[in-house]
Structures are given as structure tokens and as C-alpha cells.
């Protein structure tokens, strides 16, 4: 009994200690261990999700999509679990898109157990990829950013990488705008890991709806032309820029060669660059618009002074002659640049102060953008290259005032020719229409030129499309159109080529009151702007005036502007 009565006392005393290290690991863990619990407990029932946010759509100014994002999937393999990788290889390829070869060397890759086979693909065919159920293949849904008209605008509206960020163009410069704000969402899960209830922490915000300024018919219209012009004069690279002077609005800005922006890789890194903002190239006589806004300005000039033109200039002994070779004459400023003389622009700019007027075409060069970015909403623009005023040797106020020894972008000369033909006001300009349906507003102007100086200059500029002008044959009849013809020599290896040039036409219309400006800039021809760019920008006035609507010669439309036929003997 007694045996029995011990074996009882030890069995309640096991109890009782048992008892005790329970109710010690409960204190502690109710304790001590609570928050960590506590904390362990909730991540076991409860899940983040983050909902990545809709790219924006870019659409040209009349709704049209040039870009979208799409559903699509990105494709995943585990080589390790991958058991018959020749046989799989050949299941995948089709779907993916890819060769069985390239698939295989993804399926077959040594040491990883994550290889990405291929981004971007249709959830169509991913679903079917799926339903192969094979061992090591996955998928994450991810967005295909489509741009459904391919080349059309493609240097202007960008693309984006491989992670869906803007790498270029409109896509760069808005990319924020565009990604707009992933969300996050809770979701609370039972015991079982079913959900039971879900709760948003942040709205997703989608990115953006971003409309250009862009014209799409004149947009493919103008890329048209480009593409005739590169296949008549063989050229190594073209850009065009349309705009609407009186407000900046670009309503075309098109490169040659073109790019699929589909297909951005399988393109030559050079013909991705917008030319018209990348592109520093010499503008050669169209500059002249500076030297003689300047000298008007300055009151050194009006259009009717007469400068007496020796054959040729000859200073340090470097000779400076026209394109035409001619005698001693006597051009107004007005036939200056019908005929487009260097020699004229060279005596124009030297009178505007000492030092042959540097100081001065240094600061007109400047008021007028030269030196800095335009700030257009395009990445990589350029700011050209202008010589620093103390960095100006003897030869220096020979070359630039007829548009030699100074870089610019094609942007820049569109800035110019803008502000020439919206009566002296300089704007920014414009390639955002509106954000979200949102007008943008117009840039606000800075008055660089008087009217009066501005429509003198747009007066003397239709001579260069009259009988005789550099740029003749580019008139329309009927039209009132003014411009400036540029021709300057390719530089190769710092030396000055004698066989390739860049060659340029800018002009507007009507010349009286500009609703038009068109720039056409042909790099690497062997032929001269008037004889290249003139055409091109023939062609685009032509087709651009009817279809917007303009009266291409308000009042009577003049044959000339005190311009002589030929010029005067002295």
C-alpha cells in the first residue's frame, strides 16, 4: 500500500513540476515573446500584394496611339529542373518566338536555377506555354509596351528597356509622368491560407495620357519626302521640323533612316538619335538671318544699303569668296542674301562695332538661343558650340556671320526661323499638346527683334525664292513663301571636306504672316542645300498648306522684294 501511495506522490510531483515548466514557457513567451509572436502571427495571415501601375499612352495631337501598354508575360526557366531539354526546346520556340537553338542554350544554362527565356510575351501564348506543364518553366505577368504605327515618329516618341522605363525620347523625358504609382493591397488570409478579406493600403494611379503636338498625316507625310530625298541623293541622314510659328507647336519632327521601335535592337545605334535636337553640324549661309537681324537691330543697315563687294576677301591670307564667282558689284543687303554672298555677310557684320562687330554678332548669336539648349521635351538635345567672345582669333568674324565655325542643332535654326516669322518673339518649343486632356500652355515669348526688323527680314527672304534666288526652284506659284538656303562642308578628321556637305533649306509661309515654318537639314550629300533641301521643303508646303487650310498668299502676292533681277556693276 505503501509502495502504492509513493508511486501516486512521485506521479502528482512529475505533475506538479511539468505544470510548473509549462506555466514558465507560457509566462515567458506571453511575456517576453509577445511582439515577436505576435508580429510572426500576422505575417502568417497576412499578405502584400503591390498592383504595378498601367504605363501612360502616348497619342498624337488627333488621338492617334503611338504608344500603349499591353498584357504579356515574362517566361522563366529552372535548368535544374528541366529534364528534356531538346524535346522542350522545341515545344517552347514556336511560342516564344525564338529559335530552337537560342531556347535551348536559356533551358540548358550551367549553375543557375533562374534564367528569363523572354520578356514580352503574349498572354495568349504564355497560357499555352503553361498548359504544357513543363517541369522548371514559370510565369510573372508583366506589361508589352506596343507602338502600333512602328516607325512612324519613332525618335521622338522613344522606347523603353527591358525593366519598362523610358530609355529615350518622350519615353525618357516623361517617364515619371508615364509610370504613374503602383498600389498595394492586404490581403488577410483564414488558418487554411484561404482569403478573408481584403483591404487597399494605396490606390494604384495609372501613368499618364501624354498628347503631342504632332500632326500625324504631316508627320507621315514629311517622313515620306525624307525617304525620297535619301533614295535621290543617296544621303547619310535627314531630319525635318514643321511648326506653327505663332505659338511653337512642332507639328512634325521626322529622321531619316527610320527606326521600328517594335524592334529597337535590331537597329544601328546611330539612327535611333532625333537628329533634330542631336545633330551639331554647321549651318552655313542660313545662319545669315542673324547677321542681318543684327545689323537692322543696330541700325548699321537697312535692306536697300548698298555694300560694295570686292571678288574676294583675303585676310591672313586665307581667301573668302562667293559661290558664284563674280567682279566688284555693289548688292543691297536684300540681294545679299537672295544670292546668299558671304562676302556681303562678312562687310555687314564688320560694321556693327570694333573688332569687325564681335562684340556685338556675339551678342546677337546669343539673344537669339545660339549656345544653349532650346529646351524642347527631348532628351539628349544638344547645345551646339559657339566660340567664347575671348576665344576669338583674327579669322573668326570671316567665318561666322555666313554661318561657318559655329555648331548648331536643327532645333536651334527652327528657333530662329520662328522667331523671325512670329514678328521677333523667341519661344521654347512645343512638343506636349496636353497631359491628361489637359491643354499645356503656350511658352511664354521673349522679344529678341522688333516687328518691323522681323517682317524686313521675312520681306528680303523672298528673294531667295524668286528668279535668280539660291533656292528658285523650290517657289510654288501662288505661294508666298520666303527661306534661306545653307550648304556647308562635312568636317572629316578636322579638315573640311570638298566632296560632302550638310545641306539645308528653312523657310515659311505666307511670308507675310507665317503659319508655317518648315526646316529640312540633309547631312553628307555631295550637292548644295537649294539644290537638296529646297525640293524637300517644296514638297512639304505643298501638301502641308491645303491640308490645314491656309491661304498661302493673303492680298497680292508679290514677285519680289526690292531685289533687282541682277545686280548692280559700280
Request: hydrophobic share 40%; net charge negative; aromatic share 8%.
Amino acid at each position: 500500500m505503501q509502495r502504492i501511495d509513493r508511486r501516486i506522490g512521485l506521479l502528482f510531483a512529475a505533475f506538479v513540476v511539468l505544470l510548473g515548466v509549462a506555466s514558465l514557457r507560457a509566462a515567458y513567451l506571453g511575456v517576453f515573446r509577445s511582439s515577436a509572436l505576435s508580429s510572426f502571427a500576422t505575417n502568417q495571415a497576412v499578405d502584400t500584394k503591390v498592383i504595378p501601375a498601367v504605363r501612360g499612352t502616348i497619342t498624337a495631337r488627333g488621338g492617334q496611339v503611338l504608344a500603349l501598354s499591353e498584357s504579356a508575360d515574362e517566361v522563366v526557366a529552372d535548368p535544374y529542373l528541366i529534364s528534356n531539354a531538346q524535346a522542350q526546346a522545341r515545344e517552347l520556340a514556336p511560342l516564344l518566338g525564338m529559335s530552337v537553338p537560342r531556347v535551348l542554350a536559356g533551358l540548358t544554362t550551367p549553375n543557375k536555377g533562374y534564367v528569363p527565356l523572354a520578356y514580352d510575351v503574349p498572354s495568349a501564348n504564355a497560357t499555352k506555354i503553361m498548359e504544357l506543364h513543363i517541369n522548371g518553366i514559370s510565369d510573372s505577368p508583366v506589361e508589352q509596351r506596343v507602338y502600333p504605327l512602328g516607325d512612324t515618329a519613332a525618335q521622338v516618341v522613344g522606347w523603353v528597356n527591358g525593366a519598362g522605363q523610358g530609355a529615350s525620347g518622350v519615353e525618357y523625358v516623361f517617364n515619371h509622368a508615364l509610370s504613374g504609382r503602383a498600389g498595394l493591397t492586404r490581403i488577410i488570409n483564414a488558418g487554411n491560407q484561404q482569403p478573408i478579406g481584403v483591404d487597399t493600403i494605396r490606390r494604384m494611379r495609372p501613368g499618364a495620357t501624354l498628347t503631342l503636338t504632332l500632326s500625324l498625316p504631316l508627320q507621315q507625310e514629311v517622313e515620306k519626302v525624307l525617304a525620297e530625298t535619301a533614295a535621290q541623293y543617296h544621303t547619310q541622314s535627314e531630319t525635318a521640323i514643321v511648326t506653327n510659328p505663332q505659338n511653337g507647336q512642332i507639328l512634325a519632327d521626322a529622321n531619316w533612316p527610320s527606326v521600328n521601335a517594335n524592334d529597337i535592337g535590331a537597329t544601328p545605334a546611330a539612327n535611333t538619335e532625333d537628329e533634330s535636337v542631336d545633330l551639331s553640324y554647321e549651318p552655313g549661309s542660313t545662319f545669315k538671318a542673324v547677321t542681318v537681324s543684327g545689323g537692322l537691330m543696330d541700325h548699321t543697315i537697312t535692306p536697300t544699303t548698298i555694300i560694295h563687294e570686292p571678288p574676294y576677301l583675303d585676310p591672313y591670307g586665307i581667301q573668302i569668296s562667293d559661290a558664284e564667282v563674280h567682279g566688284y558689284v555693289n548688292y543691297s543687303v536684300a540681294q545679299i542674301l537672295k544670292y546668299s554672298s558671304n562676302i556681303g555677310a562678312d562687310l555687314i557684320a564688320q560694321r556693327d562695332g570694333p573688332d569687325n562687330g564681335a562684340i556685338r554678332f556675339n551678342y546677337w548669336m546669343r539673344r537669339f538661343g545660339f549656345g544653349r539648349p532650346t529646351g524642347v521635351a527631348l532628351n539628349g538635345e544638344s547645345a551646339g558650340v559657339l566660340p567664347a567672345l575671348a576665344n576669338y582669333s583674327g579669322l573668326t568674324m570671316y567665318n561666322l556671320p555666313f554661318g561657318q565655325g559655329e555648331e548648331v542643332t536643327p532645333m536651334q535654326m527652327v528657333q530662329l526661323y520662328d522667331t523671325v516669322a512670329d514678328g521677333g518673339i523667341r519661344r521654347t518649343p512645343q512638343l506636349i499638346y496636353a497631359i491628361n486632356h489637359h491643354r499645356v500652355p503656350t511658352p511664354k515669348g521673349t522679344r529678341v527683334i522688333t516687328p518691323q526688323v522681323a517682317s524686313e527680314v521675312r520681306v528680303m527672304m523672298r528673294g531667295v525664292l524668286a528668279d535668280g534666288g539660291t533656292a528658285s526652284g523650290a517657289q510654288i506659284p501662288g505661294y508666298d513663301l520666303a527661306g534661306k538656303t545653307g550648304t556647308s562642308q562635312v568636317v572629316i578628321n578636322g579638315h573640311y571636306s570638298n566632296s560632302l556637305f550638310d545641306a539645308s533649306f528653312i523657310g515659311m509661309v505666307p511670308a507675310s504672316a507665317p503659319k508655317l515654318v518648315v526646316a529640312v537639314v540633309v547631312s553628307g550629300v555631295d550637292n548644295y542645300g537649294g539644290t537638296v533641301a529646297g525640293p524637300a521643303f517644296q514638297k512639304i508646303v505643298g501638301w502641308a498648306v491645303p491640308h490645314f487650310g491656309i491661304n498661302p498668299c493673303p492680298g497680292v502676292c508679290p514677285a519680289s522684294a526690292f531685289v533687282p533681277a541682277t545686280p548692280s556693276k559700280p
